[in-house]
């Protein structure tokens, strides 16, 4: 089962007008490489290598990739929990990309983080009560019937018992851990999350719990989602668009159906035909994309189109001109010298 959205054009129309949530251009994090006594730099690590792209209200964008291509670094560059080298961060119209911490103090209260690891990301000396009220109290927030009554509250609403208030993290499994961190983000009723892989430290059984969670509390809380994940079903459940990064850099984005319907990069193409299909009934096959070769290194990553050493239609253009993020169709958008190219509907066929 995916995520259901309103087909309302009237609804379609006024989104059409609205500004960005989140708007990310030409953005860089580079980490410098120091050698010898005095520590001078001989290279970069090019994390993220120039990446643009937007959110809007009340949307998911998911951002998939190889462990290592750098969307995790978006997302802590997103959350400023890191300073970026170059390109801009704007956040309902307000250029956050190099303020200080006493700058965006205030704007911690609109983006807020979920971590990846449940066990490292709550601090095991102190109870639920304390990390969960922890936001309350670093802002100087005052709620109606006090800070206990409202984390119980946030509890219940992520699924656990208001009597765990004083428990510890170790006395709960890696799911509830995580409805913790999920509250402990909520707290103070954010516009936008940043989910960074928030279901891959899990078993299986409890990973549509969490993201079931996730889509209930966008949907009563109006939520603005950045979902980090590798796992391709779950950024088809949860997400609205896509975003797929190869070695710092954005291949492609779409919507989501289009996306995982008609792949137009080749890298998109060789990741959907890894996805398993738990269906023993289905006869025919899919072809399975296997990519010779290892990664690049990010510091220094191959000329022109960087995933030529391993794409099987890499021409003599790929390792010249670095391919532009450029539009396919329309919301559709490839940065590929040969894309692949959507069947043509039926239906086409018969009109021409």
């Excluded at 303020?99 to 103090?105: I, P, S, Y």
């Excluded at 999920?182 to 940043?194: E, S, Y």
């Excluded at 670095?322 to 040969?338: D, M, N, S």
């Amino acid at each position: 089962m995916t995520k259901t959205r309103s087909a309302d054009p009237v609804d379609t129309e006024a989104a059409g007008r609205r500004e960005p949530l989140l708007r990310v251009s030409g953005l860089e994090r580079h980490f410098p490489i120091t050698k010898g006594l005095l520590r001078r730099q001989h290279g970069a690590v090019r994390a993220v290598d120039g990446i643009s792209f937007e959110v809007m209200p009340g949307e998911t964008l998911g951002v998939v990739g190889e462990s290592g291509c750098g969307k995790s670094t978006t997302g802590r560059l997103v959350t400023r929990l890191d300073e970026p080298t170059g390109g801009s961060i704007e956040f309902e119209g307000t250029d956050i990309t190099h303020l200080g911490v006493g700058a965006m103090r205030p704007l911690r209260r609109d983006i807020q983080m979920i971590f990846q690891d449940p066990y490292s990301s709550l601090n095991p000396r102190h109870t639920v009560g304390t990390i969960v009220g922890a936001p309350f109290r670093l802002q100087k927030v005052r709620t109606e019937g006090g800070v206990k009554k409202a984390v119980q509250e946030l509890l219940e609403i992520c699924g656990l018992s208001p009597e765990h208030y004083n428990r510890y993290p170790h006395e709960f499994s890696g799911g509830q851990r995580q409805r913790i961190g999920i509250a402990r983000a909520l707290a103070l009723r954010p516009k936008m999350i940043v989910a960074d892989e928030p279901v891959s430290a899990l078993d299986v059984s409890i990973q549509a719990q969490v993201v079931n969670l996730l889509d209930d509390l966008q949907r009563e809380l109006g939520l603005t989602y950045l979902i980090i994940a590798h796992d391709l079903s779950v950024v088809r459940h949860v997400s609205d668009r896509v975003a797929v990064m190869y070695l710092g850099k954005i291949v492609e984005i779409a919507d989501r159906d289009a996306l995982y319907a008609s792949p137009a990069h080749p890298y998109t193409v060789a990741l959907m035909s890894a996805v398993p299909v738990p269906d023993p009934r289905r006869k025919e096959r899919r072809e399975r994309i296997l990519l010779t070769g290892d990664v690049p290194s990010p510091i220094n990553p191959p000329s022109g189109c960087r995933f030529r050493t391993r794409c099987w239609k890499a021409q003599d253009v790929c390792a010249t001109t670095e391919p532009p993020l450029a539009e396919l169709r329309p919301g559709h958008r490839t940065a590929c010298h040969f894309p692949e190219l959507p069947a043509v509907p039926a239906e086409e066929v018969a009109a021409v």
